[in-house]
Each structure stands twice: as structure tokens, then as C-alpha cells.
């Protein structure tokens, strides 16, 4: 067994649940909107952020079955968000099939997105948590910040390494952080818990955008899902190119600055040199191992269960990932 499927094993019947949840959810008296959603959720992704929200209720003891509800409607925010980025940033590829928006409109890709999100409110009012909706309703609002500061940062090659961990925890990290602190909310678990289970899934999200931003650089097409060289073609100044700018000859930076801000993959081969000659992936994996050593040290408040085994594991997986 694979150590991502050893992960799901362990909350083998929640996680069962959380897929049927989310295929009834997604009813819609709009055939479009079912066909869409089907699309994206159907489309082989991890269920990362449900399954920690899994994880960490049951690693706290929890025993009812809002969890799972909580589960589906974090899966369902993610997915909004899915369907929204591959219209902002004209994506044709996601984990490894067309994006909805090259199939049908991206009006109406926007407005199922929108759907997605709503729904996901309708599910939080019945997990009926007032700490809960206030977490998650500060969760939509940092999501949506995070997406406009990287549109802001495209095609500018000033962007540094303090603005680019803001983005990616604001874009990425808080839907980690908010699906394990609800989770700990929900189980009613100590104020050191819930701060200690939110703060490992900030690191833990962190360190699966750190990879992901080096996976852009070092993976292929056929393993990752996604194009190879998608941020640069976008003009995204990601962790690789910041680093390699700071560390390489000023013809080089110069070289990575111009590429930048004009976009596209003309000059792919000439970054990637650059890149690896600076040593800015093994820079980037190094921030991602730190970031996933501070989660682990995270957990140290949980008792001893295979659920905190799990969460131990995810972030070994999040850092030896190749898609």
C-alpha cells in the first residue's frame, strides 16, 4: 500500500461518506451545473483538504458525523476555487485532463464556481457552529485576497520572497489552516490544540505549495498533471526564479527578469538552466522540509493514535510528492 492510500485507509468509511456526501451535493436543478462540478470533482484530485479535516477530528476523539459535512463543504470551496484560477489564469490542463473552462464557457465555469461556494455555506450553517462560520468565512475572504495579490504580481519580477509567502499562504495555506482548526473547533478540543492543529495545517500547506512552485520547474507533463513551465509562461515570480535572481550573475537575473515580464515559454530551456545552476530547487525544498518539520513539531499536542500517525505522514508525502 502506497503511503497516500495507507492515509485514506485510516479513515477509510469517513472518507467513503465524504464522496457520496459531496455527489449529493452537487445536485442542481440546472443540468449544466451538475455537469460542471462532475467535471472537476470527479477529476482525480487527492481530497487533501477533506481528508485532513478527517484526520484531525478524529485524532482529537471526536465521535459524531459532522465531520463529515465539514469534510465536503472544505472539498467544495477548494473546487470553487479550481474553477475560478483556470479562468484567471487560462489553464488547460489539471491533473492531467482538460480544464472545464476549455469545454465549456468561462462565464459559465465562473458562475458553477460560485455555486460551489454558496452550497459550501448552506452546508456550514448545518454544521451550526458560530466559531466555525466565522473561521471559514475569514477563510473565503484571505482565499480571495491571495488570488488578486498574485494577479497583481504577474509579469513583475520585483516580487519578493516576504510577498511571495504571503501569496501562497493566503492562496493555498489557509485552506489547509482552516480545515484543520475547524475540525479541532468541532471536536472541542483545547485552545492548545485547536492553535497547534491550525498552525499544522498552515506549515503543511506551505510546504505543499513550496512543492508544487518546484514541481513547476523539475516535474513533466505526463507525471504532474498540469504544463510544465505554466508559471513562467504566466509571468508568476514563484520561489525557483526569486532565488535564482537573487544568487545568479546580473546577465542571468536580467535574463530571468526579461522572461518574467514577458510571459510564455520561449525561453523555458535557458530559465531551467539557470535555475539548476543557482541551486534554487534545492533552496525551495529546503524551505518546503523546514516548513513540514515545524507541522510535525505541531502535533506533539495530540495523543498517540493512527490518526496522528497519519497527519505525521502527510507531511512526508507533501514533501516527497512528484504531482
Same mark, same amino acid.
Given at each position: 500500500?502506497?503511503?497516500?492510500?495507507?492515509?485514506?485507509?485510516?479513515?477509510?468509511?469517513?472518507?467513503?461518506?465524504?464522496?457520496?456526501?459531496?455527489?449529493?451535493?452537487? %445536485?442542481? +436543478?440546472?443540468?449544466?451545473?451538475?455537469?460542471?462540478?462532475?467535471?472537476i470533482i470527479?477529476?482525480g484530485?487527492? %481530497?487533501?483538504?477533506?481528508?485532513?479535516?478527517?484526520? &484531525?477530528?478524529?485524532?482529537?476523539?471526536?465521535?459524531?458525523?459532522?465531520?463529515?459535512?465539514?469534510a465536503?463543504l =472544505?472539498?467544495?470551496?477548494?473546487?470553487s476555487?479550481?474553477?475560478?484560477?483556470d479562468v484567471?489564469?487560462?489553464?488547460?490542463?489539471? %491533473? @492531467? %485532463?482538460?480544464?472545464?473552462?476549455? +469545454?465549456?464557457?468561462?462565464?459559465?465555469?465562473?458562475?458553477?464556481?460560485?455555486?460551489?461556494?454558496?452550497?459550501?455555506?448552506?452546508?456550514?450553517?448545518r454544521?451550526n457552529?458560530?466559531? =466555525?462560520?466565522?473561521?471559514?468565512?475569514?477563510?473565503?475572504?484571505? !482565499?480571495?485576497?491571495?488570488?488578486?495579490?498574485?494577479l497583481t504580481?504577474?509579469?513583475?519580477?520585483?516580487v519578493?520572497?516576504? +510577498?511571495?509567502?504571503?501569496? =501562497?499562504?493566503?492562496?493555498?495555506?489557509?485552506?489547509?489552516?482552516?480545515?484543520?482548526?475547524?475540525?479541532?473547533?468541532?471536536?472541542?478540543? &483545547?485552545?492548545?490544540?485547536?492553535?497547534?492543529?491550525?498552525?499544522?495545517?498552515a506549515?503543511?500547506?506551505?510546504?505543499?505549495?513550496?512543492i508544487?512552485?518546484l514541481?513547476?520547474?523539475?516535474?513533466?507533463?505526463?507525471?504532474?498533471?498540469?504544463?510544465v513551465?505554466?508559471?513562467?509562461?504566466?509571468?508568476?515570480?514563484?520561489?525557483?526564479l526569486?532565488?535564482?535572481?537573487?544568487?545568479?550573475?546580473?546577465?542571468?537575473?536580467?535574463?530571468?527578469?526579461?522572461?518574467?515580464?514577458?510571459?510564455?515559454?520561449?525561453?523555458?530551456?535557458?530559465?531551467?538552466?539557470?535555475?539548476?545552476?543557482?541551486?534554487?530547487?534545492?533552496? &525551495?525544498?529546503?524551505q518546503?522540509?523546514?516548513?513540514?518539520?515545524?507541522?510535525?513539531?505541531c502535533?506533539?499536542? /495530540?495523543?498517540?493514535?493512527?490518526?496522528? &500517525?497519519? !497527519?505525521? !505522514?502527510?507531511?512526508?508525502?507533501? /514533501? @516527497?510528492?512528484?504531482?
Amino acid at each position: 500500500m502506497s503511503a497516500s492510500s495507507s492515509l485514506h485507509a485510516v479513515v477509510a468509511d469517513d472518507f467513503e461518506a465524504v464522496n457520496r456526501l459531496i455527489i449529493q451535493e452537487c %445536485r442542481s +436543478q440546472v443540468p449544466l451545473v451538475e455537469k460542471i462540478a462532475h467535471h472537476i470533482i470527479d477529476s482525480g484530485g487527492k %481530497r487533501l483538504r477533506p481528508l485532513l479535516a478527517l484526520l &484531525t477530528a478524529r485524532a482529537l476523539g471526536y465521535q459524531g458525523d459532522k465531520h463529515l459535512l465539514l469534510a465536503a463543504l =472544505i472539498e467544495f470551496m477548494h473546487t470553487s476555487t479550481l474553477l475560478h484560477d483556470d479562468v484567471v489564469d487560462e489553464s488547460s490542463l489539471r %491533473r @492531467g %485532463r482538460p480544464t472545464a473552462n476549455t +469545454q465549456w464557457s468561462n462565464q459559465s465555469c465562473v458562475l458553477v464556481g460560485d455555486f460551489l461556494y454558496s452550497r459550501s455555506f448552506e452546508m456550514m450553517v448545518r454544521v451550526n457552529s458560530m466559531r =466555525i462560520m466565522e473561521i471559514l468565512a475569514k477563510v473565503t475572504c484571505v !482565499l480571495a485576497e491571495g488570488e488578486v495579490m498574485q494577479l497583481t504580481n504577474v509579469r513583475n519580477p520585483k516580487v519578493s520572497e516576504e +510577498q511571495y509567502r504571503q501569496v =501562497i499562504y493566503a492562496k493555498t495555506a489557509k485552506l489547509f489552516e482552516g480545515a484543520t482548526q475547524t475540525a479541532a473547533v468541532l471536536a472541542e478540543a &483545547t485552545l492548545e490544540q485547536q492553535e497547534a492543529m491550525r498552525e499544522y495545517g498552515a506549515q503543511l500547506g506551505l510546504a505543499f505549495q513550496l512543492i508544487d512552485d518546484l514541481l513547476d520547474y523539475e516535474g513533466d507533463a505526463a507525471t504532474m498533471g498540469k504544463n510544465v513551465g505554466d508559471d513562467l509562461a504566466e509571468g508568476k515570480a514563484t520561489l525557483p526564479l526569486i532565488y535564482a535572481m537573487q544568487q545568479a550573475s546580473e546577465a542571468d537575473a536580467l535574463f530571468i527578469r526579461q522572461a518574467i515580464r514577458k510571459g510564455g515559454l520561449d525561453s523555458l530551456d535557458e530559465v531551467l538552466a539557470i535555475v539548476n545552476k543557482t541551486g534554487a530547487l534545492d533552496y &525551495t525544498r529546503e524551505q518546503a522540509r523546514l516548513c513540514s518539520e515545524k507541522a510535525k513539531a505541531c502535533l506533539e499536542v /495530540l495523543p498517540n493514535s493512527a490518526y496522528k &500517525t497519519a !497527519l505525521l !505522514l502527510l507531511t512526508d508525502v507533501a /514533501l @516527497g510528492r512528484k504531482s
